[in-house]
């Protein structure tokens, strides 16, 4: 395992793409999960009104709703670590490294479990500046404090984690049957953030889609992740929503993650590399 | 010790069968060439041996076991072109497959300097000449001091220079007793360095046997006398000339298997023949590799 990860390590480290993506990313989470509040007094200076309340005062960096509002605005960036695992999956195989490092003497399930590894890591990482960043904005704007509260939602983390290494699977799954950067890059950002949010508002709201078709909007790659961590904003809206996770959900995801990695490894195995 | 032997090994594309049930038998210490024209399955044998391609029948083993990645890590191997991380510095590279194959990170200066890379290892990858790149390969091959090293075309694309500078490299490592298996579609590489040989084509092996001794069955004398009819007329009665040809200048003798040079000599000078040209000449793999996919 330690030696899996330091060689994954040693071939990124001095990957100058590698760390372009790492730093876009984390600057797109530290930035728009601290400028909340900028955001509320930029709608306040706006003269926005909540039907005459002030937006200023609408408690989103308060413990517990930090974990739940904060998981659901990074879900968004995942898909530029998505990128970093498509161009390290796809370069293995245009520099035909997969191959060298099979004939060297890694087999096709240490190389697979290295890029899980990898992506495990990216992940937890990922999971922990959110912890970083909640607990500082926490202490900062929540009216409520104290160690008895901080940690209370923080279930959100784990999920959010477990959506995004399923998340990031997905894009190894797809790099492995066309190993093209470019092409998958576009397609995985398309698919992501157009086809599959548009296929599914479709499914969901037009009146002559058969119930049964409607049903399986859940069970979709990216809107199963997507629904880990629900959308949690309307409740400042006096709106009802769904404040936990459901086991189902987890279940859906777990399933995906199984599938996403068992056909991974069926192409390592079955392709000629 | 048998370093490796395959049972009917098998490759299908499609349609195409890129190798046909290829039975081959390699014994420790011996430079093995295989040999054969552009896509007659050269790659592609070594591509399964080394776990890259898989077989649609047949199978083989490294070391009398079966073939993982453990007895990977006991051979050293470049398939094709060097394939290495572009953006990476030699040694980066080189630390990458150190920890692939479990070895100390002192065998990267070590290999380096065999290869004469050392004080180029701090640039990048892509920096690097073919010949530096090829010369990179045959370095990380050599990096866990492995049983087995296998070279794939190793002097493919080099100029005249790196040729020699290679072929020097694989004889200077066979001398240290490893097993070398090397494709190759040059002939004069093959009988330059190998010890052994087999021949394919269209992915069928058409024979196996030993260098030398296919060159020795092969050699001729070329003799030559003041008095030529006269020569041409003893020769005519020695049992021991299988065959001869007149070359205008000199004659070309083809003489029985076990026959020496000497003996030749001797008969014709009883005969009362003196020569002005006695010089042996050893067959040429060419010739022996044109009559091989001659007589298939």
């Avoid at chain 1, 100058?16 to 993506?21: D, E, I, K, S, T």
């Avoid at chain 2, 290892?121 to 049983?147: C, H, N, V, W």
């Avoid at chain 2, 020795?216 to 020769?235: C, G, K």
């Amino acid at each position: 395992m330690k030696r899996l990860l330091e060689i994954e390590w040693l071939k990124l480290r001095h990957y100058r793409p590698f760390w372009v993506l790492t730093g876009m990313y984390c600057l797109c989470v530290v930035l728009i999960c601290s400028s909340g509040m900028l955001f509320l007094r930029f709608l306040k200076n706006k003269g926005a009104d909540f039907d005459g309340i002030d937006p200023t005062i609408i408690p989103i960096y308060d413990y517990p709703d930090i974990w739940q509002n904060m998981t659901w605005v990074a879900s968004i960036f995942k898909v530029i670590l998505g990128f970093i695992v498509v161009i390290s999956v796809a370069n293995e195989a245009s520099y035909r490294t997969l191959r060298q490092n099979v004939i060297d003497g890694l087999s096709k399930s240490e190389f697979l479990k290295s890029k899980l590894i990898f992506i495990t890591a990216l992940s937890v990482l990922s999971t922990l500046l959110l912890l970083v960043i909640g607990l500082i904005m926490g202490s900062l704007y929540s009216h409520v404090q104290g160690v008895e509260y901080m940690f209370r939602g923080t279930a959100f983390l784990p999920a959010y984690c477990l959506g995004v290494i399923t998340y990031l699977t997905f894009a190894m799954l797809i790099t492995l049957l066309i190993p093209r950067a470019g092409v998958v890059i576009v397609a995985l950002f398309m698919y992501t953030v157009m086809f599959e949010p548009l296929l599914s508002v479709f499914l969901l709201h037009h009146p002559d889609v058969a119930d049964w078709l409607r049903s399986l909007v859940p069970f979709l790659p990216v809107r199963s992740i997507y629904d880990l961590v629900p959308f949690p904003f309307p409740r400042y809206f006096l709106m009802e929503i769904q404040d936990y996770i459901s086991f189902r959900q987890v279940a859906i995801v777990v399933g995906w993650l199984i599938f996403n990695i068992g056909i991974s490894s069926l192409i390592l195995q079955k392709k000629d590399w | 010790m048998t370093v490796l032997e395959t049972r009917s090994l098998t490759k299908k594309y499609r349609r195409i069968t890129a190798l046909h049930e290829l039975d081959l038998s390699i014994e420790s210490g011996m430079v093995f060439g295989l040999l054969g024209p552009n896509g007659s399955g050269k790659t592609t044998t070594l591509g399964l041996l080394l776990g890259v391609l898989q077989a649609t029948s047949g199978d083989f083993s490294w070391f009398d076991e079966a073939p993982s990645a453990d007895s990977r890590k006991r051979i050293g191997a470049i398939l094709e072109t060097p394939c290495f991380y572009p953006y990476l510095s030699a040694e980066e590279n080189l630390r990458v497959a150190c920890r692939i194959k479990e070895c100390h990170e002192s065998n990267i200066d070590r290999v380096l300097e065999i290869v004469g890379l050392l004080d180029r290892k701090k640039d990048p990858f892509k920096t690097y000449s073919l010949g530096m790149k090829q010369r990179l390969a045959i370095g990380s091959a050599l990096l866990s001091d492995p049983e087995v090293l296998i070279l794939d075309e190793p002097t493919n694309g080099l100029d005249p220079e790196g040729i020699v500078e290679i072929r020097d490299l694989i004889r200077y490592i066979a001398k240290s007793g490893k097993t070398i298996i090397l494709a190759s579609h040059l002939l004069d590489e093959v009988q330059k360095v190998c010890t052994h040989f087999a021949v394919l084509r269209r992915g069928e092996k058409l024979y196996q046997g030993g260098v030398i001794d296919t060159l020795i069955d092969q050699s001729t004398i070329d003799i030559a006398a003041a008095e030529m009819e006269e020569l041409r007329s003893v020769v005519q009665q020695l049992d021991e000339i299988t065959s001869w040809s007149d070359q205008g200048e000199f004659l070309k003798l083809t003489v029985k298997p076990g026959t020496r040079t000497e003996d030749i000599n001797r008969k014709l000078i009883e005969s009362g023949v003196i020569l002005s040209l006695l010089a042996e000449k050893p067959g040429s793999l060419e010739s022996q590799f044109l009559k091989i996919l001659n007589e298939s």
